[in-house]
Every structure is written in structure tokens, then in C-alpha cells.
């Protein structure tokens, strides 16, 4: 009997052994698993932006190749060319 009580005492030992290092790896699992999550979430984030940005820079080529006036008011916003019959006038910007 009091060999069978060692047995006994040794199983239950081993398996809150094996129960308690169970439960310490799927809790830093999970915690990892949640900072992935955070990081995906972020990624996402970013890449819906450079899409976003990607769609206007697309749209912005295509008006550049098919619309002339769109490329003169471009011309002449950036660079600050006139045509012949205007004047431009610049500021100067108080700082």
C-alpha cells in the first residue's frame, strides 16, 4: 500500500508538472500571438496607405499622358511658366 501511495503521488506530481509547463508555453504563445496581431494591424495599415497613395500616383501619370491642359496647369503651377499674352507675379512669403 504504501508503495502504491508513492506511485500515486509521483503520476499526480508529474502531471501538475507537465500541466503547469503546459500552461507557462501556450500563455507566451498567446502573447506572441497578440503581438503579431498588433504588428499585421499595422502592416495592413501601411499598406492601404501606399495603395491609396499608389491609385493617386496612377491617376495623376495617366491625366500627365492623356489631358494637355492638365500637363500646362501642371507646367505652369510648378515651374511657373506664362503664356505669352499673361504675366506671372510672385511673393516673396513673410517668415
Known amino acids: 500500500m504504501n508503495l502504491r501511495r508513492i506511485i500515486i503521488i509521483f503520476y499526480l506530481l508529474l502531471f501538475l508538472s507537465v500541466g503547469a509547463g503546459s500552461s507557462v508555453f501556450f500563455w507566451q504563445t498567446r502573447q506572441?500571438?497578440?503581438?503579431?496581431?498588433?504588428?499585421?494591424?499595422s502592416t495592413q495599415r501601411r499598406l492601404r496607405e501606399a495603395e491609396q497613395r499608389l491609385q493617386e500616383q496612377e491617376s495623376t501619370l495617366h491625366k500627365l499622358r492623356t489631358d494637355p491642359d492638365y500637363v500646362a496647369m501642371i507646367i505652369r503651377k510648378r515651374l511657373g511658366y506664362a503664356k505669352p499674352e499673361e504675366f506671372v507675379f510672385?511673393?516673396?512669403?513673410?517668415?
Open 90 to 95: 510672385r511673393f516673396e512669403a513673410d517668415q
Open 32 to 41: 506572441e500571438y497578440n503581438q503579431l496581431k498588433l504588428v499585421e494591424a
